[in-house]
């Protein structure tokens, strides 16, 4: 065997291990489980809306987060609406972006309601995992990828109710959490809730812009729960002609981090230039 031929013979098998171990990370990264127990029990409430406040024929009647600090996961609620034959075809589809590389996505359900019965959609053989370079072609690779389901037998006046955790933080920000709770639809949702789970004593950093809903909290001997909840939630008119960084929907900001100079602080350490010694720094000092 020629040298040009063991060299084709390596990068095949190196190739091949690596592709073995890609496709292992991601079904490791997929899979399926029953909702935590931590989770806040909320029952669907709002009005329906009419047809004018939504677009592509389907609209959310219910959306709930719920962020558990100590668990480092989120959990995600959604129900759609099916309302005209354009949305079976608009809203038959259910898809979560992460990185595999620290976040792990469960599904907990996957229902269609119809005529006041239930159909179990949750498979997660069907599921199919791509990556989700948006900016490949200016070759950045930010590591995302979805996990995708487009439901099948989708009919009008379906209900679509799913819901899933992500659990998993980015190690680079040294367990400190920060995150935007924002109170802006494109569409109708009839009803929206948020809720931050926490130990008791752990410091969080909440400010307000353009009016949210009033957050409350309920304290048990442990835990602290702050809760945002909002019914018939309509989309605010998007204005033209104004700055990138301008915002006149309301939104929340929490963070760990106590000030500024706490986030300059733990930045700094992402930067720092080591000491050159040896033959670079003689090339240097020349």
């Known amino acids: ?104 996505v469960n599904f907990h359900t996957i229902t269609i309601w119809r005529e006041g019965k239930s159909v179990n959609q949750l498979k997660i053989s069907d599921f199919k995992v791509m990556p989700q370079e948006t900016d490949r072609q200016r070759f950045i690779y930010n590591g995302n990828y979805s996990a995708s389901l487009v439901l099948k037998d989708i009919r009008k006046g379906d209900r679509i109710e799913f819901s899933y955790s992500v659990s998993g933080w980015n190690s680079v920000f040294q367990n400190k959490y920060s995150g935007i709770f924002s109170f802006s639809t494109y569409d109708y949702i009839s009803h929206v809730h948020y809720a931050i789970i926490s130990e008791n004593g752990r410091f969080l950093n909440f400010k307000d812009f353009n009016k ?54 733990w930045g700094l350490q992402l930067y720092q230039i080591p000491e050159i010694s040896g033959e670079l720094k003689a090339k240097v000092d020349l």
């Open 212 to 265: 949210p809903p009033v957050k409350t909290l309920k304290k048990s001997a442990k835990s602290s729960i702050y809760e945002w909840d909002i019914k018939n939630l309509k989309n605010i008119p998007f204005e033209e002609h104004t700055p990138s960084w301008f915002y006149n929907y309301p939104y929340v900001q929490v963070t760990e981090f106590r000030s500024w100079k706490e986030v300059v602080d």
């Open 1 to 104: 065997m020629n040298l040009i031929s063991k060299l084709v013979k390596k990068l095949y098998l190196l190739f091949s291990f690596t592709t073995i171990v890609c496709f292992e990370v991601l079904a490791a990264s997929v899979g399926v489980s029953p909702a935590p127990s931590w989770v806040v029990p909320v029952i669907p409430a709002g009005k329906s809306p009419s047809v004018k406040d939504f677009a592509d024929g389907y609209y959310f009647s219910f959306s709930d987060m719920q962020v558990n600090l100590e668990k480092k996961t989120t959990y995600y609620r959604s129900i759609k609406n099916i309302v005209t034959e354009s949305g079976i075809q608009n809203g038959s589809e259910i898809s979560v972006i992460f990185d595999p590389s620290y976040e792990k």
